[in-house]
């Protein structure tokens, strides 16, 4: 019998020839069907699209998504989320009520064309900034808790500043009567924020005996924090593969399609 | 020799070929970002007391007043030496609403004192203990505490 000598540089090279061979089996072809008369086809990429709006005053106002202009070009969007409710904080005029929940409201939208379901995942960053709007490390971004409405899951990072929310059933094209996803309904502030302070103690003597005072100073007071948003989308058709395609992560869902686990955590 | 080098080529095919293998694949995708800030105010807080004092023989008359811009509570310990107890009357206590508390040592002022309040004595009496004393050492060590929302005072100091 023939011993294989897979050295034999025969051999390696007939097992290159037969792998060149086969990967053209795992491209896809385009062929004509046998017996069908195609004269002519359009093709037209899929487009899909999510937004995030958010409520200022009365109505929802679209903070981060694409205009479609009437000559058919897109532009991509972001304006700023403002925080309404916070408004007499900010300027000094209200004190902040630690674990208040204030109004927040933000919902995001499946404005795709077409009637593409997808999966929606929204990365929320938070962190305190200094008078230079530059990122404070020393500060602790757990204090700023957001409120999220039902049917998300969360993935918080080791850090505890990013935290990612997948909404765990596939999204259809938001329409009259498939309403928008609630996805926040509030903000609210830790009571550790008052944690942080200085008190001074003076006693001074005076006429009748001591005068004692005590100044207190929180750390927190006058500090600006930042949330930044970025929604996601993918198709849900082969979701789970396409979860790994383009946000490189393992999703594990149940037989129609929900949600359970990212990466191994559970929701 | 020769068969080395057609190793090295067949090689090389192999690896091309391993690499084309893999399908390449396209998904849909979208994505949009936005931000948003806001700023904190907490304020700030300041209390102040004045313990005025006042002796009378053996007793010792503690009355505190509320100096500072918030209300506040207010304690007081008295220390006179191990040699010398510092007591206060139950009926003079209750009439002039204070508190003792032994845990601590402290007399508590059980009312509120609001902005420029002015409490009601504290009447101590020092335990001479045998000795003939005229004058003596006292410490009178006061504290203020800030009110909560639930009109109770903050003594460990945390502000709610």
Redesign the interface.
Known sequence: MMRFNV?N?????A??????A??AF??TKAEKAQGATVESVEFQT???????Q?KQGENYVD????KVHEDGTTE????????KS?AN??A?S???K?ENPYEEKIQVLNDSDGE?P?YIRVVVRKYW?DEE?KKDSSLDPTLIKLDVADGWGAIESDSHEEVVYYYRNPVNQTTEANKPVDFVKSIT?D?R???D?T?TITKTP?E???????????G????????????????AH?GA??MH??WGVEAGMDSNGKLNSIDGKSF | MI?KK??V???S??????I??????A???????????????????????????KYEGLQKRITIKN??EMDVFGRVKVLAGSTHKVSAKDEDLVAQNWHYDASNGYYYYDKKLAVGELSTELIVTIDPNGDDIDSFNVVVV???APVDAGGNPVWD????
């Open positions: 050295k540089p025969l051999f390696i090279l097992a290159g020839l037969l792998l060149v086969g990967s795992g491209s899929a487009k899909i699209s999510a937004k995030l958010e903070v981060a998504g694409v991509d969007f972001a304006n700023a989320l403002l925080f916070l904080v900010k000094g209200e004190l902040l630690v593409y997808e900034v709007n502030f009571r924020i008052k944690d302070h008190t005076v009748g005996g001591t005068l004692i005072e005590s100044t207190g100073a929180y927190y007071n006058g500090k600006s924090f930042v949330v930044e948003m970025r929604v996601d989308a993918v198709q082969s593969e396409a395609g383009a | 068969k057609y190793l080529i067949a090689a095919i192999l690896m091309l070929g391993a084309s293998v893999k399908p390449a694949m998904f849909l995708t979208a994505t949009h970002s936005t931000e948003g800030t806001s700023t904190v105010h907490l304020g700030e807080y300041e209390y102040e007391i004045i313990p005025d004092e100096t500072g006061e504290e203020a100091g945390k502000l709610e």
